[in-house]
Protein backbone atom coordinates (compact mmCIF):
# COMPACT_ATOMS: atom_id res chain seq x y z
CA UNK A 1 0.00 0.00 0.00
CA UNK A 2 1.47 3.16 -1.50
CA UNK A 3 0.78 6.60 0.40
CA UNK A 4 0.06 9.79 -1.67
CA UNK A 5 -1.14 12.10 1.30
CA UNK A 6 2.24 14.15 1.13
CA UNK A 7 1.18 15.08 -2.98
CA UNK A 8 -2.03 17.11 -1.59
CA UNK A 9 0.45 19.54 0.04
CA UNK A 10 2.39 20.09 -3.44
CA UNK A 11 1.55 22.79 -6.19
CA UNK A 12 -0.82 20.87 -9.26
CA UNK A 13 2.71 20.63 -11.68
CA UNK A 14 4.88 18.79 -9.01
CA UNK A 15 1.69 16.87 -7.52
CA UNK A 16 1.20 15.29 -10.92
CA UNK A 17 5.04 14.79 -11.77
CA UNK A 18 5.20 13.05 -8.11
CA UNK A 19 2.53 10.86 -8.74
CA UNK A 20 3.67 9.36 -12.13
CA UNK A 21 6.85 8.64 -10.22
CA UNK A 22 4.95 6.75 -7.42
CA UNK A 23 2.80 5.06 -9.03
CA UNK A 24 1.60 3.47 -12.36
CA UNK A 25 -0.52 6.28 -13.82
CA UNK A 26 -1.18 4.50 -17.66
CA UNK A 27 0.24 5.33 -21.12
CA UNK A 28 -2.76 7.66 -21.36
CA UNK A 29 -1.95 9.69 -18.56
CA UNK A 30 1.92 9.17 -19.11
CA UNK A 31 1.30 10.56 -22.91
CA UNK A 32 -1.16 13.57 -21.80
CA UNK A 33 -0.61 17.14 -20.57
CA UNK A 34 -2.33 19.65 -18.29
CA UNK A 35 -3.33 22.50 -20.39
CA UNK A 36 -2.30 26.08 -18.80
CA UNK A 37 -5.29 27.67 -17.46
CA UNK A 38 -7.65 24.26 -17.71
CA UNK A 39 -10.72 23.24 -15.34
CA UNK A 40 -9.85 23.02 -12.13
CA UNK A 41 -11.37 20.85 -9.65
CA UNK A 42 -12.54 21.23 -6.35
CA UNK A 43 -15.53 23.05 -4.53
CA UNK A 44 -14.85 26.57 -4.60
CA UNK A 45 -14.40 26.38 -8.72
CA UNK A 46 -17.82 24.24 -8.59
CA UNK A 47 -19.25 27.02 -6.47
CA UNK A 48 -17.92 29.89 -8.60
CA UNK A 49 -19.45 28.04 -12.28
CA UNK A 50 -22.55 27.15 -10.54
CA UNK A 51 -23.57 30.50 -9.82
CA UNK A 52 -22.95 31.50 -13.92
CA UNK A 53 -25.55 29.19 -14.89
CA UNK A 54 -28.45 30.57 -16.70
CA UNK A 55 -31.43 28.11 -16.84
CA UNK A 56 -33.65 30.32 -19.30
CA UNK A 57 -30.54 31.28 -21.22
CA UNK A 58 -29.84 27.28 -21.51
CA UNK A 59 -33.28 26.58 -22.86
CA UNK A 60 -32.71 28.84 -25.52
CA UNK A 61 -29.60 27.59 -26.41
CA UNK A 62 -28.16 24.64 -25.05
CA UNK A 63 -28.36 23.14 -28.85
CA UNK A 64 -25.65 25.14 -30.29
CA UNK A 65 -21.79 24.62 -29.82
CA UNK A 66 -21.47 28.15 -27.97
CA UNK A 67 -25.01 28.31 -26.32
CA UNK A 68 -25.53 28.86 -22.67
CA UNK A 69 -24.43 25.32 -21.11
CA UNK A 70 -23.50 24.72 -17.43
CA UNK A 71 -20.05 23.37 -17.88
CA UNK A 72 -21.03 21.83 -14.77
CA UNK A 73 -20.57 18.14 -15.91
CA UNK A 74 -17.05 17.66 -14.21
CA UNK A 75 -18.23 18.70 -10.37
CA UNK A 76 -21.49 16.62 -11.26
CA UNK A 77 -19.88 13.21 -12.30
CA UNK A 78 -17.31 13.14 -8.84
CA UNK A 79 -19.93 14.39 -6.49
CA UNK A 80 -18.69 17.60 -5.63
CA UNK A 81 -22.14 19.21 -6.59
CA UNK A 82 -25.10 16.65 -5.98
CA UNK A 83 -27.91 16.81 -8.85
CA UNK A 84 -30.11 18.16 -5.91
CA UNK A 85 -28.08 21.17 -5.45
CA UNK A 86 -27.89 21.92 -8.88
CA UNK A 87 -31.39 22.03 -9.68
CA UNK A 88 -32.15 24.44 -6.19
CA UNK A 89 -29.84 26.68 -7.67
CA UNK A 90 -31.29 26.98 -10.94
CA UNK A 91 -35.02 27.24 -9.48
CA UNK A 92 -33.43 29.88 -7.64
CA UNK A 93 -32.28 31.35 -10.38
CA UNK A 94 -35.86 31.80 -12.43
CA UNK A 95 -38.87 33.51 -11.57
CA UNK A 96 -41.05 30.23 -12.25
CA UNK A 97 -40.49 26.79 -11.94
CA UNK A 98 -40.66 26.24 -15.89
CA UNK A 99 -38.13 28.71 -16.85
CA UNK A 100 -35.82 25.63 -15.25
CA UNK A 101 -37.37 22.71 -16.70
CA UNK A 102 -35.61 22.11 -19.88
CA UNK A 103 -32.12 22.66 -17.71
CA UNK A 104 -33.51 20.49 -14.76
CA UNK A 105 -34.98 17.40 -17.16
CA UNK A 106 -30.87 17.25 -18.44
CA UNK A 107 -29.99 16.81 -14.92
CA UNK A 108 -32.33 14.13 -15.24
CA UNK A 109 -30.55 12.31 -17.65
CA UNK A 110 -27.55 11.95 -15.29
CA UNK A 111 -29.72 11.17 -12.39
CA UNK A 112 -31.35 8.01 -14.91
CA UNK A 113 -28.05 6.53 -16.72
CA UNK A 114 -27.11 6.00 -12.96
CA UNK A 115 -30.03 4.37 -12.18
CA UNK A 116 -29.31 2.00 -15.66
CA UNK A 117 -26.00 1.41 -14.53
CA UNK A 118 -27.30 0.80 -10.86
CA UNK A 119 -30.20 -1.81 -12.22
CA UNK A 120 -27.73 -3.65 -15.26
CA UNK A 121 -24.20 -2.86 -13.26
CA UNK A 122 -21.20 -4.24 -15.59
CA UNK A 123 -23.74 -5.18 -18.06
CA UNK A 124 -24.27 -1.45 -19.66
CA UNK A 125 -20.49 -2.24 -21.26
CA UNK A 126 -22.42 -5.11 -23.53
CA UNK A 127 -25.34 -4.60 -26.12
CA UNK A 128 -28.36 -3.59 -23.92
CA UNK A 129 -30.72 -4.38 -27.17
CA UNK A 130 -29.46 -5.80 -30.64
CA UNK A 131 -28.87 -2.86 -32.96
CA UNK A 132 -32.21 -1.03 -33.95
CA UNK A 133 -30.93 -0.68 -37.93
CA UNK A 134 -28.59 -3.24 -39.56
CA UNK A 135 -24.87 -1.92 -40.79
CA UNK A 136 -24.84 -2.39 -44.39
CA UNK A 137 -21.03 -3.28 -43.29
CA UNK A 138 -21.29 -5.85 -41.05
CA UNK A 139 -17.09 -5.88 -39.45
CA UNK A 140 -16.34 -3.02 -36.71
CA UNK A 141 -13.49 -2.10 -36.06
CA UNK A 142 -11.52 -3.09 -32.75
CA UNK A 143 -9.11 -0.04 -32.31
CA UNK A 144 -9.58 3.43 -32.43
CA UNK A 145 -8.42 4.68 -36.33
CA UNK A 146 -5.01 6.34 -36.61
CA UNK A 147 -5.87 9.10 -38.49
CA UNK A 148 -8.68 9.77 -35.70
CA UNK A 149 -5.98 10.39 -32.64
CA UNK A 150 -3.84 12.17 -34.35
CA UNK A 151 -6.68 14.81 -35.39
CA UNK A 152 -5.92 14.40 -39.19
CA UNK A 153 -9.26 12.63 -40.93
CA UNK A 154 -9.35 16.15 -42.69
CA UNK A 155 -12.29 16.31 -42.02
CA UNK A 156 -12.39 20.16 -39.72
CA UNK A 157 -15.31 18.96 -37.34
CA UNK A 158 -13.58 15.97 -36.38
CA UNK A 159 -10.14 16.50 -36.36
CA UNK A 160 -11.44 20.02 -34.03
CA UNK A 161 -13.39 17.63 -31.88
CA UNK A 162 -10.68 15.21 -31.60
CA UNK A 163 -7.85 17.94 -30.39
CA UNK A 164 -10.55 19.45 -28.17
CA UNK A 165 -11.38 16.13 -26.19
CA UNK A 166 -7.61 15.24 -25.94
CA UNK A 167 -6.40 18.92 -25.09
CA UNK A 168 -8.97 19.91 -22.65
CA UNK A 169 -11.06 16.73 -21.62
CA UNK A 170 -14.59 18.34 -22.22
CA UNK A 171 -16.59 18.82 -25.32
CA UNK A 172 -20.00 20.12 -25.82
CA UNK A 173 -23.13 17.68 -25.97
CA UNK A 174 -23.40 18.18 -29.58
CA UNK A 175 -19.67 17.68 -30.41
CA UNK A 176 -20.27 14.61 -28.16
CA UNK A 177 -22.94 13.29 -30.23
CA UNK A 178 -21.65 13.92 -33.75
CA UNK A 179 -17.94 12.66 -32.74
CA UNK A 180 -19.47 9.11 -31.69
CA UNK A 181 -22.24 8.72 -34.44
CA UNK A 182 -19.37 9.84 -37.29
CA UNK A 183 -16.74 7.14 -35.26
CA UNK A 184 -19.56 4.43 -34.95
CA UNK A 185 -22.53 5.36 -38.10
CA UNK A 186 -19.59 6.17 -40.55
CA UNK A 187 -15.89 4.64 -39.75
CA UNK A 188 -17.72 1.25 -37.80
CA UNK A 189 -15.99 1.34 -35.37
CA UNK A 190 -17.22 -0.88 -32.54
CA UNK A 191 -19.52 1.80 -29.78
CA UNK A 192 -17.24 0.50 -26.80
CA UNK A 193 -14.12 1.16 -28.48
CA UNK A 194 -15.09 4.75 -28.81
CA UNK A 195 -16.71 4.79 -25.45
CA UNK A 196 -13.43 3.88 -23.94
CA UNK A 197 -11.45 6.61 -25.76
CA UNK A 198 -14.00 9.06 -24.54
CA UNK A 199 -14.10 7.86 -20.86
CA UNK A 200 -9.77 8.23 -20.83
CA UNK A 201 -10.29 11.76 -21.91
CA UNK A 202 -13.18 13.69 -20.54
CA UNK A 203 -12.84 14.91 -17.20
CA UNK A 204 -16.62 13.81 -16.42
CA UNK A 205 -15.34 10.68 -17.88
CA UNK A 206 -18.38 8.07 -16.14
CA UNK A 207 -19.04 4.80 -17.18
CA UNK A 208 -23.10 5.43 -16.92
CA UNK A 209 -23.37 8.41 -18.49
CA UNK A 210 -20.47 7.56 -20.97
CA UNK A 211 -21.09 4.00 -22.14
CA UNK A 212 -24.92 4.61 -22.32
CA UNK A 213 -24.86 7.90 -24.17
CA UNK A 214 -22.36 5.80 -26.93
CA UNK A 215 -25.40 3.10 -26.69
CA UNK A 216 -27.98 5.72 -27.29
CA UNK A 217 -26.02 6.77 -30.39
CA UNK A 218 -25.28 3.78 -31.35
CA UNK A 219 -28.87 2.45 -31.21
CA UNK A 220 -28.70 -0.51 -28.83
CA UNK A 221 -30.37 1.60 -26.16
CA UNK A 222 -32.78 3.60 -28.00
CA UNK A 223 -35.25 3.61 -30.51
CA UNK A 224 -32.83 4.14 -33.48
CA UNK A 225 -29.43 4.99 -34.19
CA UNK A 226 -28.65 8.71 -34.14
CA UNK A 227 -27.56 10.59 -37.66
CA UNK A 228 -26.32 13.93 -37.97
CA UNK A 229 -25.99 15.73 -41.68
CA UNK A 230 -23.89 18.54 -42.78
CA UNK A 231 -27.02 21.17 -42.05
CA UNK A 232 -27.59 20.13 -38.79
CA UNK A 233 -23.19 20.15 -37.87
CA UNK A 234 -23.60 23.77 -39.61
CA UNK A 235 -26.94 25.23 -38.39
CA UNK A 236 -25.57 24.28 -33.96
CA UNK A 237 -21.93 25.44 -34.93
CA UNK A 238 -23.02 28.44 -36.87
CA UNK A 239 -20.84 27.11 -39.79
CA UNK A 240 -17.05 27.24 -38.00
CA UNK A 241 -15.85 24.09 -39.00
CA UNK A 242 -17.93 23.21 -43.12
CA UNK A 243 -16.63 26.81 -43.94
CA UNK A 244 -12.39 25.70 -43.77
CA UNK A 245 -12.70 22.23 -44.77
CA UNK A 246 -10.78 20.95 -47.05
CA UNK A 247 -13.94 18.23 -47.92
CA UNK A 248 -16.61 20.41 -47.81
CA UNK A 249 -19.47 19.07 -50.30
CA UNK A 250 -17.83 15.66 -50.39
CA UNK A 251 -18.11 14.35 -46.61
CA UNK A 252 -20.30 11.51 -46.05
CA UNK A 253 -22.61 13.60 -44.05
CA UNK A 254 -23.82 15.30 -47.13
CA UNK A 255 -27.82 15.23 -48.24
CA UNK A 256 -30.92 14.32 -45.90
CA UNK A 257 -31.32 11.88 -43.34
CA UNK A 258 -33.24 9.48 -46.12
CA UNK A 259 -30.16 9.53 -48.27
CA UNK A 260 -27.49 8.81 -45.01
CA UNK A 261 -29.65 5.73 -43.69
CA UNK A 262 -29.97 4.61 -46.80
CA UNK A 263 -26.31 4.72 -47.24
CA UNK A 264 -25.37 3.34 -44.07
CA UNK A 265 -28.14 0.94 -43.13
CA UNK A 266 -30.03 -2.22 -44.77
CA UNK A 267 -33.80 -1.40 -45.13
CA UNK A 268 -35.81 -2.80 -42.51
CA UNK A 269 -36.13 -1.68 -38.54
CA UNK A 270 -34.77 -4.79 -36.71
CA UNK A 271 -37.30 -6.43 -34.78
CA UNK A 272 -36.88 -5.79 -30.97
CA UNK A 273 -39.34 -6.86 -28.19
CA UNK A 274 -39.57 -3.63 -25.87
CA UNK A 275 -36.91 -3.65 -23.05
CA UNK A 276 -37.92 -4.04 -19.44
CA UNK A 277 -35.12 -2.65 -17.03
CA UNK A 278 -36.75 -2.89 -13.49
CA UNK A 279 -34.88 -0.17 -10.87
CA UNK A 280 -32.27 -2.11 -8.48
CA UNK A 281 -32.77 -2.48 -5.00
CA UNK A 282 -31.98 0.44 -2.92
CA UNK A 283 -28.54 -0.07 -2.23
CA UNK A 284 -27.12 -1.17 2.09
CA UNK A 285 -24.74 -3.23 3.42
CA UNK A 286 -26.34 -3.08 6.68
CA UNK A 287 -26.36 -0.53 9.41
CA UNK A 288 -23.67 1.36 10.95
CA UNK A 289 -23.27 0.07 14.61
CA UNK A 290 -24.53 2.78 17.38
CA UNK A 291 -20.63 2.76 18.81
CA UNK A 292 -17.10 2.89 17.30
CA UNK A 293 -16.15 5.93 15.09
CA UNK A 294 -16.24 5.57 11.86
CA UNK A 295 -13.52 5.88 8.68
CA UNK A 296 -15.23 7.79 6.00
CA UNK A 297 -14.12 6.01 2.48
CA UNK A 298 -14.17 9.06 -0.57
CA UNK A 299 -14.64 7.34 -3.57
CA UNK A 300 -14.68 8.81 -7.34
CA UNK A 301 -18.51 9.40 -6.63
CA UNK A 302 -18.10 11.61 -3.72
CA UNK A 303 -14.81 14.02 -4.02
CA UNK A 304 -15.79 16.66 -1.31
CA UNK A 305 -15.94 17.28 2.22
CA UNK A 306 -19.57 18.26 1.86
CA UNK A 307 -20.55 14.88 0.17
CA UNK A 308 -22.82 13.07 2.24
CA UNK A 309 -20.82 10.39 3.66
CA UNK A 310 -17.95 12.97 5.08
CA UNK A 311 -21.15 15.94 5.72
CA UNK A 312 -22.81 13.60 8.17
CA UNK A 313 -19.69 12.29 10.12
CA UNK A 314 -17.88 15.21 9.69
CA UNK A 315 -15.17 15.15 12.36
CA UNK A 316 -13.79 11.49 11.06
CA UNK A 317 -11.05 10.61 9.49
CA UNK A 318 -11.62 9.94 5.51
CA UNK A 319 -9.54 8.05 2.88
CA UNK A 320 -9.56 8.12 -0.65
CA UNK A 321 -8.11 4.83 -2.24
CA UNK A 322 -6.06 5.14 -6.07
CA UNK A 323 -7.00 1.98 -7.24
CA UNK A 324 -4.65 0.38 -9.51
CA UNK A 325 -7.52 -1.65 -11.68
CA UNK A 326 -9.42 1.66 -12.20
CA UNK A 327 -5.78 3.04 -13.17
CA UNK A 328 -5.11 0.17 -15.24
CA UNK A 329 -9.11 -0.29 -16.89
CA UNK A 330 -10.12 3.23 -17.23
CA UNK A 331 -6.71 4.56 -18.38
CA UNK A 332 -7.23 8.07 -16.51
CA UNK A 333 -5.66 11.35 -19.18
CA UNK A 334 -3.40 13.31 -16.66
CA UNK A 335 -6.13 16.22 -16.66
CA UNK A 336 -8.66 13.95 -15.50
CA UNK A 337 -6.11 12.70 -12.23
CA UNK A 338 -5.31 16.57 -11.94
CA UNK A 339 -8.48 17.11 -11.79
CA UNK A 340 -9.45 14.52 -8.87
CA UNK A 341 -6.17 15.62 -6.83
CA UNK A 342 -7.18 19.33 -6.70
CA UNK A 343 -10.63 18.04 -5.12
CA UNK A 344 -8.88 15.88 -3.06
CA UNK A 345 -6.57 18.72 -1.75
CA UNK A 346 -8.95 20.98 -0.56
CA UNK A 347 -10.33 17.87 1.79
CA UNK A 348 -9.05 18.14 5.71
CA UNK A 349 -8.47 15.25 7.62
CA UNK A 350 -7.41 13.30 4.50
CA UNK A 351 -5.26 10.19 3.79
CA UNK A 352 -4.81 8.98 -0.08
CA UNK A 353 -3.27 5.35 -0.56
CA UNK A 354 -2.82 3.50 -4.01
CA UNK A 355 -3.75 0.09 -2.93
CA UNK A 356 -7.01 -1.93 -3.73
CA UNK A 357 -9.97 -0.79 -1.72
CA UNK A 358 -11.46 -3.78 -0.62
CA UNK A 359 -7.55 -4.40 1.30
CA UNK A 360 -6.56 -1.05 1.87
CA UNK A 361 -9.77 0.55 3.58
CA UNK A 362 -10.05 -2.18 6.02
CA UNK A 363 -6.39 -1.99 7.03
CA UNK A 364 -6.40 2.00 8.05
CA UNK A 365 -9.55 1.52 9.21
CA UNK A 366 -8.06 -0.59 11.76
CA UNK A 367 -4.82 1.49 12.10
CA UNK A 368 -6.69 4.75 13.11
CA UNK A 369 -9.34 2.14 15.27
CA UNK A 370 -12.87 3.00 13.71
CA UNK A 371 -15.16 0.62 14.00
CA UNK A 372 -16.97 1.03 10.92
CA UNK A 373 -17.21 2.41 6.89
CA UNK A 374 -19.01 5.00 6.06
CA UNK A 375 -19.28 5.98 2.42
CA UNK A 376 -21.80 7.84 -0.04
CA UNK A 377 -24.27 6.43 -2.13
CA UNK A 378 -22.54 5.21 -6.03
CA UNK A 379 -24.32 2.66 -8.79
CA UNK A 380 -20.68 2.07 -9.71
CA UNK A 381 -20.48 -1.83 -9.86
CA UNK A 382 -16.40 -1.69 -9.15
CA UNK A 383 -17.15 0.31 -5.55
CA UNK A 384 -20.16 -1.92 -4.96
CA UNK A 385 -18.30 -4.62 -5.16
CA UNK A 386 -15.72 -3.23 -2.98
CA UNK A 387 -17.42 -2.26 -0.12
CA UNK A 388 -19.42 -5.60 0.15
CA UNK A 389 -16.17 -7.14 0.32
CA UNK A 390 -15.24 -4.68 2.98
CA UNK A 391 -18.60 -5.23 4.68
CA UNK A 392 -17.12 -8.85 5.59
CA UNK A 393 -14.59 -7.40 8.02
CA UNK A 394 -16.39 -4.31 8.88
CA UNK A 395 -19.44 -2.34 9.37
CA UNK A 396 -20.41 -0.21 5.95
CA UNK A 397 -23.27 2.26 6.46
CA UNK A 398 -24.13 3.88 3.21
CA UNK A 399 -25.25 7.11 3.43
CA UNK A 400 -27.68 8.85 0.39
CA UNK A 401 -27.61 11.15 -1.42
CA UNK A 402 -29.57 14.12 -1.06
CA UNK A 403 -32.97 12.82 -3.42
CA UNK A 404 -33.24 14.49 -6.36
CA UNK A 405 -36.74 13.02 -7.49
CA UNK A 406 -38.84 10.58 -5.71
CA UNK A 407 -38.55 7.17 -7.82
CA UNK A 408 -41.23 5.26 -5.96
CA UNK A 409 -43.30 4.97 -8.63
CA UNK A 410 -40.41 3.62 -11.27
CA UNK A 411 -41.30 0.09 -12.07
CA UNK A 412 -39.04 0.36 -15.36
CA UNK A 413 -35.83 2.08 -16.16
CA UNK A 414 -36.37 0.67 -20.01
CA UNK A 415 -36.47 4.38 -21.91
CA UNK A 416 -35.68 7.74 -20.51
CA UNK A 417 -38.94 9.38 -21.56
CA UNK A 418 -40.98 6.22 -19.22
CA UNK A 419 -38.99 6.74 -16.35
CA UNK A 420 -39.21 11.19 -16.36
CA UNK A 421 -42.88 10.96 -16.60
CA UNK A 422 -42.31 9.19 -13.14
CA UNK A 423 -39.74 11.54 -11.83
CA UNK A 424 -40.53 14.99 -13.32
CA UNK A 425 -42.91 16.45 -11.07
CA UNK A 426 -40.78 15.79 -7.95
CA UNK A 427 -37.64 16.61 -9.56
CA UNK A 428 -38.47 19.99 -10.75
CA UNK A 429 -39.68 21.00 -6.90
CA UNK A 430 -37.15 22.69 -4.95
CA UNK A 431 -35.49 20.30 -2.30
CA UNK A 432 -38.38 20.23 0.91
CA UNK A 433 -36.37 22.22 3.79
CA UNK A 434 -35.48 24.69 1.10
CA UNK A 435 -38.76 25.79 0.35
CA UNK A 436 -38.73 29.24 -0.67
C1 LIG B 1 -21.19 10.07 -26.52
C2 LIG B 1 -21.45 10.83 -25.23
C3 LIG B 1 -20.65 10.60 -24.11
C4 LIG B 1 -20.91 11.28 -22.92
N1 LIG B 1 -20.11 11.03 -21.83
C5 LIG B 1 -20.37 11.64 -20.65
C6 LIG B 1 -19.59 11.38 -19.48
O1 LIG B 1 -18.66 10.54 -19.49
N2 LIG B 1 -19.89 12.07 -18.34
C7 LIG B 1 -20.92 12.95 -18.28
O2 LIG B 1 -21.13 13.55 -17.22
N3 LIG B 1 -21.69 13.21 -19.35
C8 LIG B 1 -21.45 12.57 -20.53
N4 LIG B 1 -22.25 12.83 -21.62
C9 LIG B 1 -23.46 13.67 -21.45
C10 LIG B 1 -23.30 15.16 -21.76
O3 LIG B 1 -22.72 15.32 -23.02
C11 LIG B 1 -22.50 15.91 -20.73
O4 LIG B 1 -22.94 15.62 -19.43
C12 LIG B 1 -22.66 17.43 -20.94
O5 LIG B 1 -22.33 17.78 -22.27
C13 LIG B 1 -21.78 18.18 -19.97
O6 LIG B 1 -21.79 19.55 -20.26
P1 LIG B 1 -22.52 20.58 -19.29
O7 LIG B 1 -22.06 20.35 -17.89
O8 LIG B 1 -22.33 21.94 -19.85
O9 LIG B 1 -24.02 20.11 -19.42
P2 LIG B 1 -25.38 20.91 -19.30
O10 LIG B 1 -26.06 20.81 -20.60
O11 LIG B 1 -25.18 22.26 -18.72
O12 LIG B 1 -26.23 20.03 -18.29
C14 LIG B 1 -26.08 20.11 -16.86
C15 LIG B 1 -25.70 18.75 -16.31
O13 LIG B 1 -26.70 17.79 -16.63
C16 LIG B 1 -26.09 16.53 -16.91
N5 LIG B 1 -26.37 16.19 -18.31
C17 LIG B 1 -26.72 17.03 -19.32
N6 LIG B 1 -26.94 16.31 -20.45
C18 LIG B 1 -26.71 15.03 -20.15
C19 LIG B 1 -26.77 13.81 -20.89
N7 LIG B 1 -27.15 13.78 -22.16
N8 LIG B 1 -26.46 12.67 -20.25
C20 LIG B 1 -26.10 12.68 -18.95
N9 LIG B 1 -26.03 13.79 -18.19
C21 LIG B 1 -26.33 14.94 -18.79
C22 LIG B 1 -24.61 16.69 -16.70
O14 LIG B 1 -24.27 16.30 -15.40
C23 LIG B 1 -24.41 18.19 -16.90
O15 LIG B 1 -23.29 18.71 -16.23
C24 LIG B 1 -22.00 12.18 -22.83
C25 LIG B 1 -22.80 12.40 -23.97
C26 LIG B 1 -22.52 11.74 -25.16
C27 LIG B 1 -23.40 12.00 -26.36
Redo the contacts with the bound molecule.
Sequence with gaps: MQTLTPLLSLDRDSRMARLAELVPIGPTAAATSIPPGGIRGGRDAALRRLTA?DPVA?ART?NFTGGA??????W??HGVLS?AE?RDAALDRVSQPADAEK?IS??G??D??RQVQAALGPLIRRDIEPPAARWRTTSRLETMPADVLAAQTGLACVDDFVRRLHDTG????HE??W??SWLVHIRGVRWQV??DW??SH?L???????HL??Q??AGTFSAKPYLFNRENLERFTDGAHCRDCGLMGECAMEGSYDDLEGRLFAAGPQQRDPLRIPPAPHWRLGDAPPTGGPLVWLTLDSLAATSPAARRYSTAPRLFVVDPAWLSEEQPSLKRLAFIFDCLAEIDDLEVVHAAPAEAVPLVASRLGCGFVAVTSTPCPATRDAAARIAMHLPVHVIDEPPFCDRSRVTDLGRFSRYWSKVSRSALAPTPDRQR
Excluded: C, Q
Aim: no cysteine.
Design positions: IYRVSRLSPLRLVFELWRYWWLHNRMLAGAFLLDGDPASNSWWV
